[in-house]
């Protein structure tokens, strides 16, 4: 069994700040409580996670397709969803130090983790997560809205416009990737807890009938993902819901963890939740969403097995996973060993020195790998400093130009986990890389 590293968050969330993964939002102005931007190779492995998840998801299944749903919702739907009235953290005040805190979240009820004071409570009150704004041109006189806290129902509300716009019947899924919003009061642990978060979800719509089936169908196929894409299988858990943990309309829950610096955390949570959401949706909509099989002759609302992933909490993980540290040559050596599908940058191109005499040709073979990976360029600082610099950011692959390639026609491509090199023609360059990557 695995156990904590919590040296291991310091590592990384420094890494991430100095090579940009991640900034702290409005750093500049003092910076915004739980709120996070994604720098220029942050973007880019986020983007490559999404990617990834999409693929799996979508692309390569027949069953499934996509949705883009609006982030602002009305009242109605989030009624008919129940966060309305049960979206809440139960929330207390310390009298003494004037902090707010999740009281499910505290380790003694009665004391303060901020000042140490026990007995400055406040009573308990219900604290809705969902952020409120107005939708119209006069402040306080415009419809009220709300920014959705998941993205899930938006695949609710349109599984009959997905029905019947597309040749699709249960069992059939409707995916997206998109933002969601929740005033968590207790955010924290860098990107994993955050009131604004990306995330990649599905609702798989089922037979009744079937829905046990497909819920541990889903359970496999979702842990397994993560392993394909670097994490090892040990460091990762399914952890079955208890009963008094389930959702009131969960039919069955399982959490997929991480062991975090911290200990296990979500990564990604798959439940069967029966016909609720339909239903609900159904009465406070007025409008059937049911389905009618021409085949038996029945009709039935859907079951739902829902697979929601965090993007932001999975791309974290994928980085403490992928973390490591080695010995080169007598030096310690930070090395990301992701998979190639999730690195931000697949290759670089490093002309062994800045004279014009090498330009030329590494300009050449960055436009040649360009239109295939996403490709860095680096000329600057010794070889081994702009090596070091890559196995830090998780390039898998570098590409040295030097002055020997102006005779021979032939360049050095550096591995970035065994350090190895090989001397590859220019011209079989972009086939040895993309085949080295998709290996």
Same mark, same amino acid.
């Given at each position: 069994?695995? @156990?904590?590293?919590?040296?291991? =968050? ?22 915004? *409580?739980?709120?996070?931007?994604? %720098?220029?190779? $942050? ?5 490559? &996670? ?10 390569? #299944? ?26 809440? !953290?139960?929330? /207390? ?31 308990? *009150? ?40 597309? *040749? ?55 842990? !397994?993902?993560?392993?394909?894409? $670097? ?10 819901? !208890? ?30 939740? %029966? ?7 159904? +009465? ?25 992933? %965090? ?19 007598? +030096?310690?050596? @930070? ?5 190639? #599908? ?6 670089? /191109? ?22 295939? &990976? ?13 090596? #070091?610099?890559?196995?830090?950011? %998780? ?5 040295? &130009?030097? =002055? ?10 550096? !591995? ?5 090199? &090989?001397?590859?023609? /220019? ?6 890389? /993309? ?5």
């Amino acid at each position: 069994m695995p @156990t904590p590293d919590p040296a291991l =968050f310091d590592k990384v969330v420094n890494l991430c700040k100095r090579r940009g993964f991640v900034y702290p939002s409005a750093e500049i102005y003092g910076g915004f *409580r739980s709120t996070y931007d994604y %720098g220029p190779l $942050g973007s880019l492995m986020l983007r490559n &996670v999404k990617d990834a998840w999409w693929r799996s998801m979508v692309q390569l #299944r027949h069953d499934v397709v996509g949705l883009d749903a609006s982030i602002l919702s009305p009242p109605k739907v989030w009624e008919a969803s129940g966060h309305l009235a049960n979206f809440t !953290d139960p929330l /207390v005040d310390c009298t003494n130090c004037k902090t707010r805190h999740r009281q499910d979240n505290l380790a003694d009820p009665d004391k303060c983790p901020s000042c140490g004071k026990t007995d400055t409570f406040t009573e308990a *009150r219900a604290f809705n997560l969902m952020f409120k704004t107005e939708a119209g041109p006069v402040e306080g006189a415009g419809a009220e809205v709300y920014l959705r806290p998941e993205t899930a129902q938006g695949m609710f509300i349109n599984c009959k416009n997905v029905l019947n716009t597309t *040749r699709k019947w249960p069992p059939f899924g409707i995916a997206q990737i998109g933002k969601s919003f929740r005033n968590e009061i207790t955010p924290g642990n860098f990107v994993f807890r955050t009131r604004e978060f990306e995330q990649m979800e599905l609702e798989f719509f089922v037979p009744p009938d079937d829905a046990e089936e497909w819920y541990e169908y889903w359970l496999k196929e979702r842990f !397994d993902w993560y392993v394909d894409l $670097g994490i090892p299988p040990d460091l990762l858990m399914l952890r079955p819901h !208890d009963e008094d943990e389930l959702s009131h309309y969960s039919l069955g829950t399982a959490d997929i963890e991480f062991m975090f610096p911290w200990g296990w955390g979500e990564l990604e949570g798959v439940a069967n939740r %029966g016909d609720f959401d339909l239903k609900q949706h159904s +009465e406070h909509a007025n409008e059937k969403l049911e389905y009618f099989d021409q085949a038996t002759g029945e009709r039935y609302v859907p079951y739902v097995i829902e697979p929601a992933a %965090g993007a932001t909490r999975s791309m974290m993980a994928f980085l403490m996973a992928a973390y490591d540290e080695d010995e080169i040559n007598g +030096e310690t050596r @930070t090395v990301l060993r992701l998979d190639p #599908r999730l690195a931000p940058y697949k290759v670089a /191109v490093l002309p062994l020195s800045k004279k014009d005499v090498l330009q030329p040709l590494a300009k050449q073979l960055l436009a040649q790998l360009q239109p295939h &990976v996403m490709t860095e360029y680096d000329e600057t600082q010794a070889i081994g400093r702009r090596y #070091r610099r890559q196995d830090e950011i %998780g390039t898998p692959l570098c590409v040295t &130009v030097d =002055f020997d390639s102006l005779e021979d026609n032939a360049v050095t491509v550096r !591995d970035r986990d065994t350090t190895d090199q &090989v001397r590859i023609a /220019v011209d079989d360059v972009v086939a040895h890389v /993309v085949d080295r990557l998709n290996a």
